[in-house]
């Protein structure tokens, strides 16, 4: 069955990679499925008809046969369930080092990533308010203690917990999103972990493909 | 094997049911699995003991025989796919619908309550600030976003999709966290959701469990 992702028809990043298709991109190419892509405009991403499909209104969206899903965690946990590659195989007889990939893509999503959509928030869209300049500092102490615990975990170790698994996936691309903030520049692990998984040949055609979308356009 | 979970020593919300032990207490009462609970302060949360077990130094935290798992999500995933009660069978034939309800997972806590914890920073750990006066209302729009695509998703429907699963389980915890706000009471089909997973005898004894524990010690 065809598996049919949604992407934004112009991504506000221009194809910086930010935009969460390329988490799911880049999910689909590390099990090696091929995928179709149905561009969103901004204003179509609020209708009816993509709002049946996302009740939240955004991108993206996975649909393959009768099954339809959001939440790019939620597409990702189904993509590493169905096909080898994204986590350790229950047949490794180590269900626990299973459980444990899954543990690092909610800390991803649940623990590291809010801190660091907050501090987007407060630098882009609050950026012209009159308190940015004092809040600021106080949100990037916040992704700075987060960044700091998960470089103490990290340690020397190559991807958060053995091999590579999509709770890696999710990791790095959480920190992308914080790069241009140059907070990572501290931690010195946590960015050459980050060039690993932007390394990867799965990731280097998941980016892209998304690039390729987003100059085509401008 | 004995489940033993970590919980606050005293819960900063004095047993209000907001800390996220609770979660994974009600988890464990719908599946019908006893477990056993290790207190801890919020300075042992940040000693080396407790940050080998939780990288973050936070709670809850979940062992059973040589699995040690964190992260609330992956905690309450855990449970749903090892006991009945909280996610579709598989055997049911509905594999979509196991699917569906792991997206209420990562909804709940990726789309919905990064902006409700935004709230909650803004109006309690800024509430003194100058800006707190004029941001708060910004913070509150993001939330009210969210909250009325989740009404409109709802709409008259007991529970997100089907029957109840560990994707209400969160969805509802995560709505907890806004209620004292008062923005619920725009949304009636929420707060009359919100209802309906507090009246679950599984949470009413989840949330007895954890009053007992700030209770005894205040």
Known sequence: MTITITAFERSPDGGKGLARDT???WALEEVG???EVRLVSFRAMKEP????????GQIPTYEEG???????????FHIAQHHAGLLPAHSDGDAN?????????????????????????ARIFE????????????????????LEQLSARLG???????????????????LLRVRSSGLLDDYPNLAAYLARGEARPAYARAF?????????RQ
Chains 1, 2 share one sequence.
């Open 127 to 146: 950026g012209d308010k009159p308190w940015a300049k004092e809040r600021v500092p106080l949100v990037e102490a916040r992704v700075r203690t987060r």
């Open 49 to 56: 008809a993509h709002l049946a499909l996302h009740p939240f």
């Open 156 to 174: 020397d170790a190559d991807w958060l917990d053995g091999a590579f698994s999509a709770g890696d996936l999710m990791m790095a691309s959480v």
């Open 97 to 121: 080092a299973r459980a444990r990939a899954i543990t690092w893509m909610f800390a991803a999503l649940n623990t590291v990533e809010p801190p660091i959509l907050e501090l987007v928030t």
């Open 23 to 25: 988490r799911v991109r």
């Open 33 to 35: 499925q091929p995928y």
């Open 208 to 216: 892209a493909a998304q690039l390729a979308i987003n100059t085509a």
């Open 66 to 76: 009768d099954l339809a899903l959001f939440e790019t965690g939620a597409i990702v």
